[in-house]
């Protein structure tokens, strides 16, 4: 086969703003959307890079699909291709609540979503299945990797954090294949990993524990929380939710219970990144200023992250035991969009409409490889019509 010619930036831009505009779902299904369209669609990117990328995406603090977009830009075209990416995949979320958020102070309400999203989650779910399915031929290599995973997504639903599920497999998947070496051992990789992974698990609980001195508003002020949260936050958006009342609502009290709702709701609703929650929450706070400073300001630091870490990726599978941890950080990364799919399903899959579009769904994607585009189409027009029948 062919090598595939490798993308232009214009291309590359194309793609990520289009992907900017349709990805609903949640990061687990932009996750899948990325890798339908660059991986099986396109074949920029081989199935091994990905999975890499996936796994280097989740070991550090901000939203995983926004980084895993920025480490393909970044693979593609280098720094240009990281900003150039990172900017087309935010800015229609960026937009759209922004309108939404001008829309809410100004009539104190937001659009009905309620019938296109009846019709658009179980289609998401199916996309998300498909990637999970796929990805797992790959990922889950060996019995040891398949049963570290099993043990990921018992912890997830203790309730254990993300970061320190990712890191600790890592880990422990390292050290039990240093432990099974034969001399000479990789001594110093060893260390830097154990002091790697210490260093960023107690260096993300103290920067959590950090917040701004000041409880009034300021843009200043705005700008630094948001700074906060873009670099020591790991999870879903419930725990976005969660330290966001914490702060906004009850430490600093800038927004009031139904206004933290209404900007986690808009985040939800409107393609892209989640974390564009800040860019409605900036409007309410301090007009399109604010909106434009808490944007920037949550995304900056997954920006900066991935430019550190990106060259870093072929380093670590030049060596056997960094290998070894990439390839559990993995398994770990999907044992957790696993549990996610879960959970997103039993909240949605409620009534025969959505169980029938979810099943109908898997089937086209997996049997016939179906545009998941259209199907979302198919299925935002069908939550319409169900609704108002």
Request: charged share 10%; with cysteine.
């Amino acid at each position: 086969m062919a090598e595939a010619t490798k993308p232009t930036l214009g291309e590359l831009v194309l793609v990520f703003l289009r992907l900017g505009c349709t990805a609903f779902g949640g990061p687990a299904a932009h996750i899948a959307m990325i890798r339908s369209e660059l991986v099986e669609r396109r074949k920029w990117v081989s199935e091994g890079d990905f999975i890499d990328m996936l796994g280097a995406a989740s070991l550090v603090p901000g939203p995983t699909s926004t980084e895993l977009a920025l480490h393909i830009g970044y693979k593609l075209a280098s720094l240009s291709g990281l900003a150039a990416v990172g900017i087309s995949f935010i800015l229609p979320a960026f937009l759209l609540v922004l309108a939404l958020a001008a829309l809410y102070v100004a009539y104190g309400s937001l659009p009905a979503f309620t019938a296109v999203l009846h019709g658009l989650k179980p289609v998401v779910l199916a996309v998300v299945f498909q990637a999970v399915w796929l990805l797992s031929i790959t990922v889950f290599k060996t019995n040891w990797l398949r049963l570290l995973a099993l043990l990921v997504v018992l912890f997830s639903c203790l309730g254990r954090p993300p970061a320190i599920l990712l890191f600790a497999a890592g880990l422990l998947a390292a050290l039990v294949h240093y432990l099974k070496s034969k001399p000479p051992r990789e001594n110093l990789t060893m260390v830097i990993l154990t002091g790697a992974c210490s260093f960023v698990i107690s260096g993300t609980w103290l920067l959590g524990a950090f917040s701004p001195a000041v409880s009034k508003f300021s843009l200043s002020a705005l700008a630094l929380y948001f700074l906060k949260i873009g670099a020591v936050l790991y999870g879903s958006g419930y725990v976005l939710l969660a330290f966001l009342r914490s702060d906004l609502v009850e430490r600093y009290h800038w927004l009031t219970s139904a206004q933290l709702l209404d900007a986690v709701a808009v985040g939800q609703l409107t393609p892209g990144p989640l974390f564009t929650t800040a860019t409605f929450i900036g409007y309410v706070l301090g007009g399109v200023f604010g909106a434009m400073l808490a944007t920037v300001a949550i995304f900056l630091p997954g920006f900066v992250f991935v430019a550190v870490t990106a060259p870093l990726i072929q380093k670590m599978r030049s060596s056997t035991l960094s290998g070894y941890f990439l390839d559990a950080v993995n398994a770990a990364a999907l044992a957790l969009m696993t549990t996610v799919l879960y959970q997103l399903g039993r909240e949605a899959l409620y009534g025969w409409f959505p169980q029938v579009i979810a099943l109908l769904s898997t089937f086209l994607l997996l049997r016939y490889k179906v545009n998941s585009l259209w199907l979302m189409l198919v299925g935002a027009i069908c939550g319409l019509i169900f609704l108002k029948s």
